[in-house]
Each structure stands twice: as C-alpha cells, then as structure tokens.
C-alpha cells in the first residue's frame, strides 16, 4: 500500500508540519507524535499524556541518515550497534550533546532514537523529512492504545490520527544504551 497516496496520511503529516500532534501505528503499540523541535507541540503531547518533561521523548525516523546528526558522533562500536540489523523494535539511547531541546531529551545526557521498518511510520517521517516524536499513546498509568479505537477513547478530537495497524511486535520497544550495551526495558 502507497501510505502516501492516504489522504489521512496526508493530512496527519500536514499536521505535524504546523505543530499538530498526531497519533499512529507503530510496530507495536500506537504513539503519539509531532515535530520534536516546535516546543509547543512537543508541550501538547506532554499533557495529553500527564506526561513530566524530566523523562524524556523517544524520536524515530525511516532512516539512519536523518539521525545523522547524532549518530556520525558516535564512537564506532556504538554506532554499529545501532545500525546493526534488529530482529525487533529496538530503541537506542544515545548522547544527545546538546543537539535536540531539553523538552525531548528530558534530565538525560541521552536521547532515544529508533529507525523504523514500520510503514506509517517510514511515510510519515519520510514526507516530515525528519524524525517525529514517538510515545505510547496513552494518559499515565492507562494501557498503551493498540488500536485506532483506544486512541479516539483516550484523546477524542485532541489529535489527528494516521490510518494503518500496529506491527507484529508485542508491546513497546526494546531500550539499549548505544554505549554501554547495558538494556532499559
């Protein structure tokens, strides 16, 4: 399926693009997304979500070039690892060296990033031309939304939702510290 022929789709990176939150299939949950650098989106997520600031956002992208601006920083062991093929959805934290805002990064010297095989998510990020924000879509302490009838429960009109189906994966990704190998969740 051409996801960007969708006019949802369309409209869901129209809506990224003039600091909107949108709400999407990953490979196993659905996220809430929006531009990580427009302050005020990325503030709308964060209360939708009851969300603090201090934990930080997750970015992911279709591609490993558009994380180049962290990745060509890394030390070549952490940077293999990255690029190394994944059986599962895998999220890497690595040093953000002050090269995303305080409001995605959060109290961390780390960012976490992940290179999406998933087809929304590819499209998406690929018509942004950039990497979005990822979170589960979900207000703390309720289950993530794994389908689009969740996320309508959970958020109503409050965010544009991207057409398509969650991936084959159980759940949220896995969280590896690019450096140190050492797994989060």
């Known amino acids: 399926m051409n996801y960007l022929s969708?006019?949802?789709l369309r409209?869901?990176?129209y809506a990224i693009k003039h600091?909107?939150?949108?709400?999407?299939?990953?490979e196993g949950v659905w996220g809430l997304g929006c531009d990580p650098f427009n302050a005020h989106a990325v503030q709308r997520i964060l209360e939708l979500k009851q969300r603090p600031v201090e934990k930080g956002l997750i970015l992911i992208a279709a591609r490993a070039q558009q994380f180049a601006f962290l990745l060509d920083k890394l030390d070549p062991v952490s940077r293999a690892r990255v690029l190394a093929p994944q059986q599962q959805a895998t999220t890497w934290l690595v040093p953000h060296l002050n090269l995303v805002p305080s409001f995605i990064s959060g109290n961390s010297r780390s960012v976490?990033?992940?290179i999406s095989e998933h087809p929304v998510v590819r499209a998406l990020s690929l018509?942004?031309?950039?990497?979005?924000v990822s979170t589960s879509a979900n207000p703390a302490g309720l289950p993530s939304a794994v389908n689009a009838m969740r996320v309508r429960r959970y958020f109503a009109d409050k965010v544009h939702i991207a057409p398509?189906?969650?991936?084959?994966?159980?759940?949220?990704?896995?969280?590896i510290d690019a450096?140190?190998?050492e797994r989060y969740r």
């Not at 018509?127 to 979005?132: K, N, Q, R, T, V």
């Open 164 to 175: 398509g189906r969650i991936g084959s994966n159980s759940g949220a990704s896995r969280i």
């Open 179 to 181: 450096v140190s190998g």
């Open 19 to 26: 600091g909107e939150v949108i709400a999407y299939p990953t």
């Open 112 to 114: 976490a990033i992940r």
């Open 127 to 132: 018509a942004f031309e950039g990497p979005i």
């Open 6 to 8: 969708n006019p949802k």
């Open 11 to 13: 409209r869901a990176v």
